[in-house]
């Protein structure tokens, strides 16, 4: 089965500071990656995805992630955290062929400091 | 372009009652559509996967009788709940994927639909 384990449900940067959310998988097939964000009382947007080419993707609004089969990761990082930046974070995975389920992990919610 | 709306955005509904939630996509057909679930400060339950002109295919647990699918055309999906009673306020949101789209396209989300049941 698959599944996607987000490590940290809250995380706190100072405004400027690197952000750094982390995401894990498990899937017994090539795994499709996506980072969702979500603002309060909204639907998710996509920031990235991974869908097997090249394993730095570089997403939207500064955010990009790399896919490390070794470490089973793909973990998020902006350089540079702005405050529009606040807001809660969803690692997802779905199997590159055949079935469409995407599963989310917990999400992380992103605080930044001024 | 990909764009999917769900209306209503907030609903309040009488315990009993039933409330019907639409997605739509926009500007292009979506052969699938899915449902999910997402109660306070938690991550989204699949409850469902709306395949057009077929019956909904249901996520283990969840009551196909309470939670009516409705995929009559690729642009819009509708999730009735019927006789709703308060455990089941929630926000629920759909998403769809380009049909014959690869599997890089991802899947766009409507805004989600705040159900509270007094």
């Known amino acids: 089965a698959q599944s996607v384990t987000q490590l940290g449900s809250h995380v706190s940067v100072s405004e400027g500071a690197l952000v750094l959310l982390r995401c894990n998988y498990s899937?017994?097939?090539?795994?499709?990656l996506f980072w969702y964000v979500q603002y309060p009382n909204q639907g998710l947007q996509l920031l990235l995805k991974y869908t097997s080419a090249a394993t730095l993707v570089k997403g939207i609004n500064g955010f990009e992630a790399e896919f490390k089969k070794s470490e089973t990761s793909f973990h998020l990082t902006k350089p540079s955290a702005h405050m529009s930046d606040a807001a809660e974070y969803f690692c997802a995975v779905s199997f590159v062929r055949g079935y469409q389920k995407v599963t989310f992990g917990t999400g992380t919610k992103l605080q930044v400091i001024p | 372009g990909a764009v999917v709306s769900q209306h209503p955005s907030w609903v309040i509904c009488k315990s009993g009652t039933s409330v019907k939630i639409e997605c739509r996509s926009l500007?292009?057909?979506?052969?699938?559509m899915f449902w999910y679930r997402q109660f306070p400060k938690q991550s989204l339950m699949l409850m469902a996967t709306?395949?057009?002109?077929?019956?909904?295919t249901y996520e283990q647990g969840v009551e196909k009788d309470k939670f009516l699918i409705n995929h009559a055309s690729l642009t819009l999906s509708t999730l009735t709940v019927t006789s709703a009673h308060p455990e089941d306020s929630s926000f629920y949101i759909c998403?769809?994927?380009?049909?014959?789209?690869?599997w890089g396209y991802g899947y766009t989300f409507g805004s989600g639909t705040r159900l509270t049941v007094v």
């Open positions: 500007d292009f057909q979506a052969t699938t």
């Open positions: 998403s769809a994927s380009r049909t014959g789209a690869g």
């Open positions: 709306s395949n057009e002109g077929s019956k909904a």
């Open positions: 899937s017994s097939v090539p795994p499709y």
